[in-house]
């Protein structure tokens, strides 16, 4: 399958129904094939190799990576400043960063000042935006409070909520019928019926959301689908490391390691990696301690913010400010657009300094609700 990207949507050249032989899926792997693991990727294979003999993944940088998915305050304000950190002056790098990425609460006025005679559309990131980040990923609740201002919200502006975890997942989790969803990082967004993008319609498919209503569906990754059900059913046995989850997000996989001890991330990230060999359109991304297995498409949250601009009727810049408030590396697809041609304004949600695409910070999500409330004073 080749991918060809315009402005808005991967157009599958090909669309031909799935076959083995054009995904190319290893004979043991087709859908529903009773084949287990392969002897090269068993966990028990796995967990039989000595330590540090797990050359695969600090070549290729994984477990650099999934140290700096978390690391330790020094660490980060190190790398901000290129190893220039007055011994402990945590506050001074901060500082810095602020100037650089200032906070979205007292900008308010200057992003309100931009906002005068454009219609505002507001894009949201669930975990540790909306919610705090917890060990139990099924346990990411966002509070009353916030349910109420995302609501309030979203009877001003058009909103909508793109996140990593499946459609289904985050409505669950998000209870708000007046918002836009959009799934497995904006590989599944479904939006109303009657707004069709002018790109490709043909990759759109009608559905009834929760409530029965028509809807439009667009699902990039569609022909993924047994693929990602198969590897799922294979990642899940590295739940036999302690701590280690696994979870099915539709069109991409989330295997995490927050609560795995870390001296055992190298067997989780070998097992991940030997799992993927068999799997060259299949990729990893890195998000908050956990490895996202996605299809190797060119499509990410940037794309489904500009996909939902367009199919909202919202084309010409002069008239929208889109504001997009996420927290993960998979946000920075979302900042990078709406930096390009100063289109809108990212958010980034962090209490440490970090490299970002994004204009303004906001620390963590008490301080999102803060600003979304704001948001609501100003409208009203
Ligand atoms: O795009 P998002 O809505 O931010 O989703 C990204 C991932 O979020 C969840 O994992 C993260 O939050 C968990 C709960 O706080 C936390 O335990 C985990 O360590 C974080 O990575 C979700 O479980 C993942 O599937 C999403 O990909």
Redesign the pocket.
């Known amino acids: 399958m080749d991918v060809k990207s315009t402005k808005t949507s991967p157009v599958l050249a090909d669309s031909a129904p799935i076959n083995k032989s054009r995904l190319g899926i290893h004979s043991s792997r087709l859908p529903y094939s009773q084949a287990g693991p392969t002897s090269s990727n068993n966990i028990l294979t796995i967990l039989r190799k000595k330590r540090g003999n797990f050359d695969d993944v600090w070549t290729n940088g994984w477990l650099d990576a999934m140290r700096s998915s978390s690391p330790p305050r020094k660490n980060i304000l190190q790398n901000f400043t290129s190893g220039e950190v007055a011994s402990d002056d945590g506050d001074i790098a901060h500082r810095a960063w602020m100037t650089k990425y200032p906070s979205a609460l007292s900008s308010f006025r200057q992003i309100m000042d931009c906002a005068k005679n454009r219609k505002l559309v507001v894009f949201l990131?669930?975990?540790?935006?909306l919610?705090?980040?917890?060990?139990?990923?099924d346990?990411?609740f966002m509070s009353a409070e916030m349910r109420c201002a995302v609501k309030s919200v979203a009877k001003y502006f058009p909103t909508a909520?793109?996140?990593?975890?499946s459609r289904d997942k985050?409505y669950g989790l998000v209870r708000l019928k007046e918002l836009y969803y959009a799934g497995s990082?904006g590989m599944d967004i479904m939006f109303p019926a009657e707004e069709i993008p002018s790109g490709d319609r043909s990759i759109s498919t009608k559905s009834t959301d929760q409530q029965g209503k028509e809807v439009n569906l667009f699902q990039p990754a569609s022909e993924f689908l047994p693929m990602i059900n198969e590897v799922f059913k294979t990642l899940v046995e590295i739940t036999n490391v302690k701590g280690a989850k696994v979870?099915n997000?539709k069109f991409?996989v989330?295997v995490?390691y927050?609560n795995v001890d870390e001296n055992s991330w190298p067997i989780v990230a070998q097992f991940v990696y030997d799992v993927l060999k068999e799997y060259p359109r299949l990729r990893i991304t890195h998000?908050?301690?956990?490895l996202?297995v996605r299809p190797v498409i060119d499509w990410d949250?940037g794309k489904a913010v500009e996909f939902l601009l367009e199919s909202l009727g919202f084309t010409t810049n002069q008239d929208v400010l889109p504001i997009y408030i996420?927290?993960?590396r998979?946000?920075e697809d979302a900042f990078k657009v709406l930096r390009s041609g100063n289109r809108g304004y990212g958010i980034l949600v962090s209490a440490v300094p970090k490299e970002t695409n994004a204009f303004f910070s906001l620390r963590d999500p008490s301080e999102v609700k803060k600003f979304l409330e704001s948001l609501v004073r100003m409208k009203q």
């Open positions: 990131d669930y975990d540790g935006t919610s705090p980040i917890v060990d139990n990923p346990r990411a909520i793109i996140s990593g975890r985050v990082h979870e997000h991409c989330s995490h927050r998000g908050r301690k956990v996202e949250k996420g927290d993960d998979t946000d």
